[in-house]
């Protein structure tokens, strides 16, 4: 069990503090140097707050290399950045064929499918390594590019060069061609690499992901080109003319072009015949020279697809179905509790490391208080009602990239005298109480600003990649920045005005250890870059609970400026008045995230903190949704009655990418009704109202789909 820093001996700290030095040391270079961390980021934060505590209870055993001297790695070069025509999109995730029956249920409710027609499916096997967007110009390829962060990846075009199974070029393909698959290092190449890596005396890479991640991310090609990766083609982006009509032939298509395809790819005329297929390959997986983390379901029919179209990062018309969750038994040492940026306390795991399905895993989710109690949320009995306790036998669980969970615990292997955890009432960061208000299954740090973590983890989440993402300001930058005494970052504001402070200090942080005049010059220039940002980024950066990326576009896409939005949210009272009612009017925000967000901009310090980061910054005006060409761009929709020709879901899904807002009721603010068969009262009030009535037909013409 691990002891709290007080209660080590001299000689117990001073040990520690030299695997901690020795532990952060070889995270660091894994991280920075070899493109390989062996540890998260969490738990890199872990190791350095036990650093820090042990120092601050044992001040003289600090060591002259502590990491807590340390700044963060100097910025190194990157590749450049390219915007991709077509968004990089991800997969939702299903780990049952209940999930997988339900995508189904729902994509044919989507398309208003009836009980007896079938919808087919190509399944592919979900290929575990890294997605590359290549272009192709009038046949040759011009441009490679990661997927980053969907919208903007790296340029690593030199490095796709050198791979064996990516044409240079093309022939009788359409002139502009964007190729997506995914590049992958295969058992025996992976095997082969290690195995030259042990004889070279350099490091091993822990799977054949990170091979291929970390080979394709060289800056020298070369190095990549002696590295042997391939590459499978499953999707496209940009395209200027169709490549066929359904997966499947877009598929053989890109075959025929000279791309390598996956041999297990098949057509499944319906669901349960996916099924069987996901179940053959699931049987055929350690037998493949590559790793596959699952299988994915796609609409085979490409027109199906288009009008299914996409959620904020995910398409409707597919979906990943995950091999199962990986197990193991080992030892729970501690339980920890991290604060969140929203004061959430959560406990975390800390294990014997152990490895399960080929990751070694040594901290894990154990979610909130009653899980740990062995109740849920209801305060009924989960796990048979058996508690956790520090020196337990557990069994942890891994299911795709999630954070492993806690799932059982062993109670004939539980070691004598253990007590049931007391999970804590006060903040162990602040001291604040911490609070746990009914139906919450968390209990929160009260402290707000005044708690240190809730406080960095919230600017760590407005450097986070869908915030700001300033290059070269990292997490760990930000908890170095955050205790320095000549130029701290204590809140948002404070990034920008760094220049500005660092110009009149006694020592510049160009001639700090870590830093040089490069680096600087850059970490400066970044952030600048960042001072023009649009709204929907604005807003999400906040970091206000419930405020997550989607919300923020929805309320960017409704008050489109900074001005509008910062005074609607002012006058807003939770729950009464007109500027409320506009708030919670908005399709996807609903109460709770505007109480929310209307609490947060009036509370005093809060709004302050807001004030002085805009008056840093140059906000980007948000377009009001989609302001595609489209005659129902900006108007208010209501759907009533029955349609014939599409179901409701498509038409509001439709309205919506056409820029609408689709509305459930029908009031003066109302610019079309659009009623079917059986339209009853709400047609009723569009007539009293004066409201512009039409029939779904005339809906079809007016929206260019007849
Ligand atoms: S389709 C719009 N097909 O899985 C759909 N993705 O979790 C884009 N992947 O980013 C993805 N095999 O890196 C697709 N046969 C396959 C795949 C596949 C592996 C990866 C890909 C994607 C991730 C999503």
Known sequence: ???????????????????????????????????????????????????????????????????????????????????????????????????????????????GLRDGDDLAYCVEPKIDGLSLSLRYESGRLVQAATRGDGEIGENVTANAMTIGDIPHSISDAPDVLEVRGEVYMSHPDFAALNARAEVEGSKAFANPRNAAAGSLRQLDAEITRSRPLKFFAYAWGELSAPLADTQIAAIERMAALGFSTNPLTRICGNVSDALAHYREIEQQRSSLSFDIDGVVYKVNDLELQRRLGFRSTTPRWAIAHKFPAELAWTTLEAIDIQVGRTGALSPVARLQPVTVGGVVVSNATLHNEDYIAGRDSNGDPIRDGKDIREGDRVQVYRAGDVIPKVADVDLSQRPEGTEPYVFPDTCPECGSEAIREEGDAVRRCSGGIICPAQTVEKLKHFISRAAFDIDGLGAKQIEMFFNDADLPIREPADIFTLRERDAINLTRLKNRDGFGEKSVTNLFESIDKKRIIPLNRLIFSLGIRHVGESAAALLAANYNSWAKFETAITNARVGEGSDWEELVAIDGVGHVMAASLVTAFHQERERASIDRLVEQLDVQNVEPRATVDSPVAGKTVVFTGTLEKMTRAEAKARAEALGAKVSGSVSAKTDLVVAGPGAGSKAKKAEELGVELIDEDAWRELIGDA
Do not use: C, W
């Not at 069990?1 to 007080?6: G, T």
């Not at 961390?37 to 600090?62: C, G, T, V, W």
């Not at 807590?68 to 049952?96: C, I, W, Y």
């Open 1 to 111: 069990m691990v002891k709290k820093p007080q209660q080590l001996s001299k000689a117990e700290a001073a040990a520690e503090l030299e695997e901690l030095a020795a532990a952060l040391a070889r995270a660091n270079t894994a991280y920075h140097t070899e493109d390989a961390p062996e540890i998260s980021d969490a738990e890199y934060d872990a190791l350095k707050r036990r650093n820090a505590a042990i120092e601050s209870a044992f001040p003289h055993l600090k060591r002259p290399d502590s990491a807590s001297d340390q700044v963060g790695a100097p910025v190194g070069e990157t590749f450049s950045k390219v915007g991709h025509s077509v968004r990089m999109l991800s997969l939702s995730n299903a780990f049952d064929e209940s999930d997988i029956r339900d995508f189904d249920e729902t994509v044919r409710r989507y398309l």
